[in-house]
């Protein structure tokens, strides 16, 4: 079993709790309200940024030109694609330059985003892949997953037709394959520590719906759980 593999299968029941997630579940039927996807599309802009800059601490740390140059081309990857998205998503939601300007990132966005910050600032780039790869792969799998789902809601539809895309698909065999390379020059603890990381990134995806779902807040009496 190659490294991703055994990351994969131990990270198994994190995921299948984020393919049942309420947030996941509704989006796909169609019944999520706009209320918590304007909120996951504000936190997660904030996400994809700070994303794109670890993209780029990785693309630093890299021992080749040819991997800087495909780190550097996934940082715009994410900047164009993603964060394009999110603009459209904006513009359809009504969300105002005013809601962009009094925005604070929540306490999962800034955690999560603080998590792959540590790894750039105390890993190497088998370090740093292995916390950005469940971001990439937990989508793709979504993305196949819900393929054939039709909410009815057309932001929905886009959101799940961009991560099922062939585009998408070969960024994710890239990284993963990277990482499989990387894994085999490490030492065994070396690989222990990658998985950990891994394993708190699917730990954060998780949250990070469980977060929108509930519009969370830093503070407590704010938050509603719908
Ligand atoms: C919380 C959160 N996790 C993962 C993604 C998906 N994603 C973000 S950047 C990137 C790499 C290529 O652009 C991918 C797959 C997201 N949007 N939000």
């Not at 309420?22 to 936190?43: A, C, K, M, N």
């Not at 937990?138 to 819900?146: A, H, K, M, N, S």
């Not at 054939?148 to 929905?156: H, K, L, N, R, S």
Request: proline residues 3%.
């Amino acid at each position: 079993m190659s490294f991703t593999q055994e990351c994969r299968k131990e990270a198994d029941s994190i995921w299948e709790e984020s393919f049942h997630h309420p947030f996941i579940q509704e989006l796909t039927e169609g019944t999520l309200s706009f209320d918590q996807f304007r909120y996951y599309v504000l936190q997660d802009s904030y996400y994809l940024s700070h994303f794109a800059r670890v993209q780029s601490f990785a693309g630093a740390k890299a021992e080749d030109l040819e991997t800087t140059s495909r780190l550097a081309a996934h940082a715009q990857g994410t900047y164009q694609a993603e964060l394009g998205l999110h603009e459209t998503f904006a513009k359809e939601l009504g969300i105002t330059e005013e809601e962009k300007n009094v925005f604070q990132p929540s306490p999962t966005a800034y955690a999560y985003t603080s998590h792959l910050y540590r790894s750039a600032l105390l890993g190497d780039l088998g370090m740093i892949i292995s916390s950005l790869l469940p971001c990439y792969w937990l989508y793709y799998e979504i993305g196949q997953r819900f393929k054939d789902y039709t909410p009815g809601v057309a932001i929905y539809e886009e959101w799940i037709n961009t991560y099922g895309s062939e585009w998408f698909k070969s960024l994710v065999e890239e990284q993963i394959n990277r990482l499989d390379q990387l894994a085999e020059k490490s030492t065994p603890k070396q690989r222990q520590a990658m998985k950990e990381t891994f394993l708190i990134s699917s730990q954060y995806e998780l949250k990070f719906w469980e977060m929108a779902y509930t519009l969370e807040s830093w503070n407590k009496k704010e938050q509603t759980t719908s």
